[in-house]
T-cell receptor, first 114, second 117 residues
């Protein structure tokens, strides 16, 4: 079974500052890794995903994440945040079997202020 | 991109009534659909996995008789909360995997917020 730990429940930052949202996973098999964003009262939007290949993955809205197998991490980064990035961010993992659901971390609330 | 639609988006019902939530894949065939539950300020907890034409597989701790899941076609899955009580109030989100989907490719609905009075 897989599990995901998001180390920070809340991350407050000022506009235009860089941000890193941390995610660690646990699994005995190879995994796929994902980051999703959720705005209030809305569903999930995929930011980026790691399936294979390059460990640095670029996503939408200027976000990127780096897969580190030795540290079992998949931290999300953005060099300069905007007010509009304020939302809940979820890291998720799945194994490689077809039909497997995503397992989510508890989420990190990113609050960007001016 | 692929679209998954949930209906209704919001529903308020009286305690003891049953509520049905629909999840439709609008432009693709979904061989597998997943139902999640999200409490306020918390993560998504997987409730069940449903494959078209077969019975749903429920996660441990989820009452099968209370949360009825039907996946009757390749584009529709329904979640029925039977005899709803205030503790069933939550945000329910479905996701779907396409028949021709790539690895880890899931599409999420917008969610349905249930409030039981």
């Amino acid at each position: 079974a897989q599990s995901v730990t998001q180390l920070d429940s809340q991350v407050p930052v000022f506009e235009e500052a860089p941000v890193e949202l941390r995610c660690n996973y646990s699994s005995s098999v190879s995994v796929y890794l994902f980051w999703y964003v959720q705005y209030p009262n809305q569903g999930l939007q995929l930011l980026l995903k790691y399936l294979s290949g390059s460990t640095l993955v670029k996503g939408i809205n200027g976000f990127e994440a780096e897969f580190n197998k030795s540290q079992t991490s998949f931290h999300l980064r953005k060099p300069s945040v905007h007010i509009s990035d304020t939302a809940e961010y979820f890291c998720a993992v799945s194994d490689h079997q077809a039909g497997t659901a995503l397992i989510f971390g508890k989420g990190t609330t990113l609050s960007v202020s001016s | 991109g692929a679209v998954v639609s949930q209906h209704p988006s919001w529903v308020i019902c009286k305690s003891g009534t049953s509520v049905k939530i629909e999840c439709r894949s609008l432009d693709f065939q979904a061989t597998t659909m997943f139902w999640y539950r999200q409490f306020p300020k918390q993560s998504l907890m997987l409730m069940a996995t449903s494959n078209e034409g077969s019975k749903a597989t429920y996660e441990q701790g989820v009452e099968k008789d209370k949360f009825l899941i039907n996946h009757a076609s390749l584009t529709l899955s329904t979640l029925t909360v039977t005899s709803a009580h205030p503790e069933d109030s939550s945000f329910y989100i479905c996701s779907a995997r396409a028949r021709t989907g790539g690895p880890g490719e899931l599409f999420f609905g917008e969610g349905s917020r249930l409030t039981v009075l």
